[in-house]
């Protein structure tokens, strides 16, 4: 039996030519992959540099490495806590602006004997003695007051702070079918005086607290006619924001 010689095969053999095109694709594909990496890479740079620049985020690290971001993360920490004092001075600023604005008023119409504001810890403090305000025993505003009510309703479309209208007896018993004892007559006076505000002045009721204390917190001894005089008083407590949050948790006592 003859045996079968094979003719040698011109050129590359065709296990090369197979070879060649993968190696040219994996070729081409890597090239792809290397300019799509470096056009992400840019763009997602440039939108995490709009990120860093935006107020919005200053308060959430980045998840991208940048170069001096320890400085930047120090930078942005030190705006946002200047940020957050110049918004407590400007509203220490309105409260003092308003303590001002009140002692001009009680001034000009010489009620410094029937008014007095101070500020303390609470806030701004009002302090309003019964004659100006009502009749002995009643809870109804007398027309006198409501000069001045208005311009306290005036002054608090300024400012969003919290109000605490507190209501103040003598200790002298009451017992009417209105009013059965002091507490029920405190109360109802703080709440006239926040339905005057509101109702004339469209403020918000949910700024409002309203406190009737009766004779539980005299500022003076209850043994003359002009101490029993200065008990009988209205309370308007325009309160500071660091003072709020006691305010809110105190309205639940009443």
């Given at each position: ?19 060649s ?15 799509m ?12 540099d ?22 930047g ?25 308003l ?14 004997d ?19 305000l ?12 409501e000069?001045?009510l ?31 004892s002091?507490?029920e ?16 002045h ?12 009766g004779?539980?917190r ?12 200065e ?13 709020e949050?006691?305010?809110m ?6």
């Amino acid at each position: 039996m003859r045996r079968r010689v094979r003719k040698p095969q011109k050129g590359s053999p065709k296990w090369m030519v197979t070879f060649s095109d993968m190696i040219l694709l994996v070729l081409v594909f890597f090239v792809m992959l290397f300019s799509m990496s470096v056009i992400d890479a840019k763009k997602f740079e440039a939108i995490a540099d709009s990120f860093q620049n935006r107020e919005i985020l200053e308060h959430f690290p980045s998840m991208i490495e940048f170069e001096n971001a320890d400085q930047g993360t120090a930078q942005n920490e030190a705006d946002l806590y200047s940020g957050m004092n110049d918004e407590q001075t400007d509203q220490e600023m309105d409260l003092d602006e308003l303590l001002n604005e009140v002692e001009t008023y009680l001034q000009e119409n010489d009620l410094n004997d029937h008014i007095s504001a101070t500020r303390d810890d609470r806030g701004v403090v009002l302090v309003l003695q019964e004659q100006l305000l009502f009749d002995t025993g009643e809870a109804d505003i007398l027309n006198d007051a409501e000069p001045f009510l208005n311009k306290v309703g005036t002054l608090l479309h300024s400012l969003p702070n919290l109000v605490k209208v507190e209501g103040h007896t003598d200790n002298r018993p009451i017992s009417t079918y209105r009013y059965p004892s002091n507490w029920e007559l405190s109360g109802a006076r703080a709440s006239s005086v926040i339905r005057y505000l509101t109702d004339n002045h469209s403020l918000d009721s949910d700024r409002f607290i309203a406190a009737g204390y009766g004779e539980t917190r005299p500022i003076a001894p209850n043994n003359s006619e002009d101490n029993l005089r200065e008990n009988r008083r209205v309370v308007i407590v325009i309160s500071d924001p660091a003072y709020e949050q006691d305010l809110m948790e105190g309205a639940g006592d009443i």
